[in-house]
């Protein structure tokens, strides 16, 4: 017997434009990550490398539109995954939808409009990225209808058999 658990499969398309969307925001998280380290570990505007580096802060900035628009396709895709017909009795990969759409969908956007604060936009103004942040507001309410969807399915099967 093993206890490895096997990966969630997607039964619809939209469970899978919102686990592309959300895989999209792991590689913005990535690729912010690895050019802070060409830049020296500088992350932020106003900080100074901590080595010497190998290109100049920013390297290749995450664009704004590409993080808006990556959760505008999750944004759809959750509305899309709340209210179709067929609901998941999954309640945990509801939930873990969840929890990496928190992540990487509502909090990446903020670090990102932070971390390339004064890039393109005025000084000390925050970058375009946190737009990202209230489309997922939209996401948010979706994913937890979904979530709570799943559990009344969930549960009605052990309703029916306790009667």
Avoid at 67 to 88: C, K, L, N, S, Y
Avoid at 109 to 133: F, T
């Amino acid at each position: 017997m093993s206890i490895a658990l096997a990966p969630a499969r997607a039964r619809s398309p939209w469970e899978r434009a919102y686990r592309i969307a959300t895989i999209a925001a792991a590689v913005q998280f990535g690729w912010v990550f690895f050019m802070g380290l060409l830049a020296g570990g500088q992350f932020l505007a106003d900080e100074w490398p901590r080595w010497d580096p190998l290109a100049e802060w920013p390297v290749l900035a995450v664009p704004a539109w590409l993080t808006i628009a990556i959760g505008a396709v999750a944004a759809a895709a959750a509305i899309a995954m709340a209210v179709r017909r067929e609901v998941t009795d999954e309640v945990g990969v509801a939930f873990q939808d969840l929890a990496t759409g928190v992540l990487l969908l509502g909090l990446l956007p903020v670090g990102l409009a932070r971390a390339y604060a004064g890039v393109g936009v005025p000084d000390g103004a925050l970058g375009w990225h946190w737009i990202a942040s209230l489309v997922f507001v939209v996401t948010l309410l979706a994913l937890v209808v979904r979530v709570v969807r799943a559990s009344r399915a969930s549960r009605a099967p052990r309703d029916g058999r306790s009667s």
